[in-house]
Structures are given as structure tokens and as C-alpha cells.
């Protein structure tokens, strides 16, 4: 979400390419095949049954590298929405313009052979397997249209680091509870074979209550797996802590407050897990600068 110092971009015809689907190479759908396929066995019973029908409906699967045209003819007659191709990590005005239009930015590169399991730049299996499934859940889709609504008025606020607190909690790494236990959705997890094992396997992180207030106040560190998680009920719950609410009034009240850590358990937080906090004691000192 934040600007690439190549794309100055602003408007969104500059942002939109093609994604000339024909020019991907045997070896870049080999490679989205066992990205594909080592990421759904390692999400096994850990994902959202959400997103499972997410990628059944769009048709997303093993083959190769998702054609975007096939995938929208299906998007567009469930939510509307639709993926449209960019040219990498876009600005914050023409991202939320997009989220606001039902239209979700998606980047059309895939990550080489040796980037298997961790890259910086998203790329078309992180946008495409991590995001997109979940846009047929209306509620989840109901959701990110507002969040672009409201990232346009923060811009203005400047406030675009709360929205990106938010996005980071929700959509990129946030957990909902089902009756069968805490399941995954957030795409940073999705997409990512080590953090989806550390969320399945390790008990080092809290997983919290999702808390709107909370989650503003809340930083991160975007170099290693959370310390906290926020777990929401519903997809609903999305939606609906932002309807009715003056978002940038919250965000001028959050403004003035002492910024979280992610390690912290605060006295008002409901806590559904307390991490063990095993993970940080191994590798202490290492976090970069709290966002
Ligand atoms: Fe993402």
C-alpha cells in the first residue's frame, strides 16, 4: 500500500495494466502449482471454510497462474467485484480508489524458485491465492469496499496509518473463531507457508478479541510473525464496528494515545488465548521499527 518511488502514479487508468496473461511461462505455472499445492495442505483444517468456497467459485486451483478475465466473469456475477492488474505496490489515494470501486489491485509478477517462502513485494500468488477468495464472501466484501471509502477520507485526515493498522489486523492477518476453533483468513497468513504453520503449530501468540479501538492503538512489525492476533466472530463483525461510527473522530481521539506494542495484554483486552511467548524468547532484539 505504500508508494513505490517508481509510480507516481495518481490516477487509475496510470495504475491499471494488462495483465497479458498469454507471456507466463511453463515455469511460472509450475511455480504457482507448488506454491499452490504446498500452501492448501499446509492450510488444511487451519483456513476459513470462507475462503475454501472463495477459491472453489473462482475456479482458482493447481493448474497455473489464475487468468484474471476467467476469474472476474465469475467475481463479478457473486460480489461484483472484480481483480484488475498492477504494476507492483501502488499509492495509498488510487489503492483505496480502487477498494471503493469493488475493483482490487492485484500485482502480476510470481515470485522465482528461490523466493518460495518469503518475499517482500506481493506478488500474484499472495494477491490472487492470499486475497481474492475471500471477495465472493459478501459480508468480507462488504467490508473491504468500506475500508477503501474509508482510507479516501483518511488520506485527507492523514490518518492513512490507522487504516494500515486496520488492514494489517483484518486483512492481512487477522483470525476468526468458528465452533471447531480459531481459523485463519487474514491473506499475510494465507499466502505464507511459514506463518500459517507458526499460527497452526506455535502457542507463542496472543490471539485477542478483534477491538477496533484497540486494533488503531495497536503497532506492528512487518519482518517477522505477530505477536498478536485479532479474532473476529463473523465476517459481519468487519462491517459492522465501522457502520454508524465516526471513523475519523476515532482516529483524532487514537492520535493522542501512546502506540501499543504487540506484545502487550492490556486489562480491558478479551483474551482467548495468552501467548506463551516462547517464539520472542528465542529470538529477542531482532524487530525493526514498530509501525
Ligand atoms: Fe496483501
Redesign the pocket.
Known amino acids: 500500500m505504500s508508494a513505490h518511488a517508481v509510480l507516481a502514479a495518481q490516477t487509475l487508468d496510470d495504475c491499471i495494466i494488462d495483465q497479458n496473461w498469454g507471456r507466463y511461462s511453463s515455469e511460472d505455472h509450475a511455480i504457482w502449482r507448488t506454491l499452490f499445492e504446498r500452501q492448501l495442505s499446509t492450510l488444511k483444517g487451519q483456513v476459513a471454510q470462507e475462503y475454501l468456497d472463495g477459491l472453489e467459485a473462482l475456479g482458482i486451483g493447481p493448474d497455473g497462474v489464475p487468468d484474471f478475465a476467467k476469474m472476474n466473469a465469475r467475481l463479478r456475477k457473486i460480489t461484483g467485484w472484480e481483480v484488475v492488474a498492477v504494476p507492483g505496490l501502488i499509492p495509498s489515494r488510487p489503492f483505496f480508489q480502487m477498494l471503493a470501486n469493488r475493483q482490487f489491485p492485484a500485482g502480476t509478477f510470481i515470485r522465482s524458485r528461490a523466493q518460495l517462502d518469503y518475499l517482500e513485494e ?1 506478488d500474484i500468488f ?2 490472487v491465492f ?2 481474492v477468495p475471500l471477495l465472493t464472501n459478501p459480508a468480507y466484501a462488504r467490508y473491504m469496499n468500506e475500508y477503501g471509502r474509508i482510507g479516501l477520507q483518511a488520506i485527507e485526515r492523514k490518518a492513512v496509518k490507522f487504516l494500515a493498522r486496520l488492514n494489517w489486523y483484518t ?2 492477518f487477522g483470525l476468526i473463531r468458528k465452533p471447531e476453533g480459531v481459523k485463519i483468513y487474514g ?2 497468513i494465507v499466502s505464507s507457508y511459514g506463518e500459517a504453520k507458526y499460527v497452526a503449530q506455535d502457542a507463542s501468540a496472543h490471539h485477542l478479541s478483534f477491538d477496533l479501538t484497540r486494533v488503531l492503538r495497536t503497532g506492528y512489525y512487518i519482518d517477522d510473525f505477530q505477536a498478536s492476533y485479532f479474532v473476529i466472530e463473523r465476517f459481519e463483525d468487519l462491517f459492522d464496528v465501522l457502520e454508524g461510527r465516526d471513523i475519523m473522530a476515532l482516529f483524532d481521539e487514537v492520535r493522542g494515545e501512546p502506540t501499543l506494542t504487540p506484545f502487550e495484554i492490556l486489562a480491558g483486552d478479551k483474551v482467548i488465548r495468552k501467548g506463551s511467548g516462547e517464539y520472542w524468547r528465542e529470538f529477542p532484539g531482532t524487530k525493526t521499527k514498530l509501525k
Open positions: 506481493p499472495h494477491d492470499g486475497h486483512i492481512e491473506a499475510g
